[in-house]
């Protein structure tokens, strides 16, 4: 059975950091991303890894505050989140198995789903 696990969401003021735990059960993933959705927005992929050849993508607005990376032994990926921005506030969610030939950061490419865990960003 497959199951995403998230944790580490929580409040914290500007410019703090945060640092977000999936567990992924039931089956190794090669790609597995972030993405995150704040309310009246779509949901927006934030970074991904491949976890056989340890590549990453991240998205622009990100780039330098956030880092995506693994623990293969625990099958979890994690999510560093460092000099966060009230705009970084939303529910974060894990996914997992992308389609064949799919995008990385794009939410309609992934199979799996977890619940999410919420960020929220004090100014």
């Known amino acids: 059975q497959v199951q995403l696990v998230e944790s580490g969401g929580g409040s914290v003021q500007g410019g703090g950091s945060l640092k977000l735990s999936c567990a992924a059960s039931?089956?190794?993933?090669?790609?597995m991303g972030w993405f995150r959705q704040a309310p009246g927005k779509e949901r927006e992929g934030v970074a991904a890894?491949?976890?056989?050849?340890?590549?990453?993508v991240t998205t622009n607005s990100v780039k330098g505050r956030f880092t995506i990376s693994q623990d293969n032994a625990k099958n979890t990926v994690y999510l560093q989140m460092n000099s966060l921005k009230p705009e970084d506030a939303a529910m974060y969610y894990c996914?997992?198995?992308?389609?064949?030939?799919?995008?990385?950061?794009?939410?309609?490419?992934?199979?799996?789903w977890g619940q999410g865990t919420q960020v929220t960003v004090a100014s």
């Open positions: 890894i491949h976890t056989v050849r340890g590549t990453t």
């Open positions: 039931g089956y190794t993933y090669s790609w």
């Open positions: 996914a997992a198995q992308l389609s064949l030939g799919g995008s990385p950061l794009s939410q309609y490419d992934y199979k799996f």
